[in-house]
């Protein structure tokens, strides 16, 4: 609160969000020193009180939690829809006597490959984009790769079960036709 007398204030307060909270406090701390050198007391004045936003809460209950398990979902159906797309490929390796393990084997191998690619391009791009919007790299580091791992993860699952279906011979590819 400032004191009109003194030029001088004893209270600052300061609206930040979570991802830049610890470095306001850092630079708030330096900006705000006394003369001689002392730095500021910065303290969370809302995080703790009933009227103000509790983060941890407030991260746990965000809108897009689940957003890397669905990502990982659609993967799955994009992976289901290519392979589904080539059918007769998978009817072909079956008819030579290619057993569901060797199916499966190249199925995930393909899979590993294209991941690999995708999973760097998106992990350096949510990087990139959250360095520019000057959120911490730490945080951004962590969150991007948690993220690209359940993504990863769950969609993996979801082509580790696609992969286990019963794949016919060209024969039964040709009755469908």
Same mark, same amino acid.
């Given at each position: !609160? ?22 306001? =406090?850092?630079? &708030? ?31 746990? =209950?965000?809108? &897009? ?8 979902? !659609?993967?799955?159906? /994009? ?25 499966? /084997?190249? =199925? ?5 490959? &294209?991941?690999?690619?995708?999973? $760097? *391009?998106? *992990? ?8 520019? =919007? ?9 969150? $991007? ?11 993996? /699952? ?5 992969? !286990?279906?019963?794949?016919?011979? /060209? ?7």
């Amino acid at each position: !609160m400032p004191e009109l007398l003194a030029g001088a204030a004893s209270r600052c307060y300061v609206a930040t969000d979570a991802a830049h909270l610890s470095s306001v =406090q850092a630079h &708030l701390g330096q900006a705000l020193a006394a003369h001689d050198g002392t730095p500021a007391v910065v303290r969370p004045r809302l995080a703790g009180s009933t009227y103000g936003l509790e983060l941890a809460g407030a991260y746990a =209950q965000r809108p &897009l939690a689940g957003a890397s398990v669905f990502g990982g979902a !659609m993967l799955t159906v /994009l992976f289901i829809v290519v392979r589904w797309h080539h059918r007769g490929q998978w009817a072909v390796y079956r008819t030579f006597g290619a057993h569901r393990r060797a199916l499966l /084997l190249i =199925q995930l191998a393909e899979w590993l490959v &294209l991941t690999a690619v995708g999973c $760097a *391009w998106g *992990w350096a791009t949510s990087v990139a984009l959250g360095i520019g =919007q000057a959120v911490d790299v730490h945080v951004v580091v962590v969150q $991007a790769t948690a993220h690209a791992a359940v993504t990863w993860a769950s969609g993996t /699952l979801g082509v580790i079960a696609a992969a !286990m279906l019963p794949t016919g011979t /060209l024969l039964d590819t040709l009755k469908d036709r």
